[in-house]
């Protein structure tokens, strides 16, 4: 491309994408174009009040994008990377002089017996939205089989007891695996006061889903009129469709300045991104700050400047309890839980904090492009674990050239 400005697209409207194309905004020589298969903002962190029927999970993206960011409601079916350029469904292509990868995630494939007929998912919006009437079409009294031990799993379990439903959360093995045992202990209590019936344990992973039952592992079978799925995460074949690299799941391997191994043309951020094939754990904490890393690798380029490498690390997690309780689980820069937690209502104020907080940094940063700087810290984390996998740091795209 020609001319004086220099064409930035970002495909994908999460929150790491959303940060990127915020912050790209500071210069007024780049023309900010973002890519999204929807027309409002997703805020994923409340897809389980969605299922519960509290909340619509979107926002306008008018609250959070930056006015000189272009939206284009499309999704993304190819990358010519040699071309510089994005296929779109709609068959039109959009160009680039940079691109920032940050597709995100949504559901894995169940690989149980059943699931995929008879199990509804809840990892994207659409899927949310396809679950709420059919619960609403069941009977307060009918069984709700919750699959998955995670932060999703139990914040749907909490939501959907609290409207008077029978729930059952089946763990597939720990309850919350992240949690320091003491927070894993206050869930478990919460849960229960819920009226949640929690499997746990080698023998709770599920076998097989049927329309009116889930199969575990150790013979039992219990009774479920909606099954809800929320055991891990996928992402989208569009990089390793395009013949970049990508790790076993599907993240675009980037260095640690998150620049494909490929085309340092080419940026990734949030789920999609595995810097080092050492990706940080999927999580809106995570996203965020990504997306910051990866705008700031853009301009450094578009400045004629060497990008800094990432800085990632980690609060802990929080998890809502329903709407009147829940949990900060603290952890180390290093993403490890640590003794400390704060629960109960001050624990339930805290999530709905962060949640509010989410849309405020966004909003911030396209009010004031370049404000946010939560992805400046902790390099000493960062370096610990790239130490604890290999003995010496990843080349960057230059080294390796």
């Known amino acids: 491309m020609s001319g004086k400005h220099t064409e930035v697209l970002v495909i994908g409207g999460g929150y790491a994408g959303v940060m990127a194309a915020n912050r790209l905004t500071q210069r007024a020589d780049v023309d900010v174009t973002l890519v999204n298969p929807r027309p409002d903002f997703v805020h994923r962190v409340r897809l389980h009040q969605l299922a519960g029927g509290t909340d619509p999970a979107v926002v306008a993206y008018r609250e959070v994008l930056a006015e000189g960011v272009r939206l284009v409601v499309d999704s993304a079916i190819r990358i010519d990377a040699a071309g510089r350029a994005v296929e779109l469904a709609s068959g039109t292509t959009a160009g680039y002089d940079h ?29 949310a939205a396809r679950l709420r009437p059919v619960l609403e079409a069941a009977s307060p009294q009918a069984p709700v089989v919750v699959v998955g031990g995670g932060p999703t799993g139990i914040e749907t379990a909490a939501e959907l007891a609290g409207e008077g439903r029978a729930v059952t959360l089946v763990c597939g093995g720990v309850l919350g695996p992240y949690l320091h045992a003491r927070g894993r202990r206050a869930v478990a209590r919460r849960l229960a006061a819920l009226g949640v019936s929690v499997v746990d344990g ?45 790790d076993a799941l599907g ?66 997690q929080c998890i809502s309890l329903g709407r009147h309780d829940g949990i900060f689980q603290f952890a180390s820069k290093a993403d490890e839980a640590v003794w400390f937690h704060i629960d109960g209502r001050l624990g339930a104020k805290l999530k709905e904090l962060v949640c509010k907080g989410i849309l405020k940094h966004l909003a911030g940063e396209a009010r004031k492009p370049g404000g946010y700087t939560m992805h400046q810290s902790s390099v000493a984390a960062r370096h610990e674990l790239l130490a604890a996998a290999r003995p010496e740091a990843p080349a960057t795209v230059e080294q390796a050239a």
Not at 212 to 237: I, K, M, N, Q, Y
Not at 256 to 279: F, H, K, Y
């Open 99 to 127: 691109l920032i990868y940050a597709v995100g995630s949504g559901s894995a494939d169940p690989g149980v017996p059943g699931a995929a007929e008879f199990a509804h998912p809840l990892a994207t919006f659409e899927e």
């Open 202 to 246: 080698p023998g709770s992973r599920v076998t097989e889903v049927t329309a009116g039952a889930v199969r575990l592992a150790d013979g039992r079978e219990l009774p479920s009129e909606v099954t809800v799925w929320s055991v891990g995460f996928g992402v989208p074949d569009l990089a390793a469709r395009s013949g970049l690299r990508t």
């Open 251 to 316: 993240r675009l391997l980037t260095d640690e300045t998150l620049t494909s191994l490929d085309d340092e043309r080419i940026v990734a951020a949030g789920d999609s991104a595995a810097p080092s094939n050492l990706p940080p754990r999927m999580s809106c904490q995570a996203a965020i700050p990504l997306g910051a890393r990866a705008a700031d690798t853009v301009l450094s380029r578009i400045a004629g400047e060497r990008p800094g490498n990432l800085s990632q690390g980690f609060a802990g």
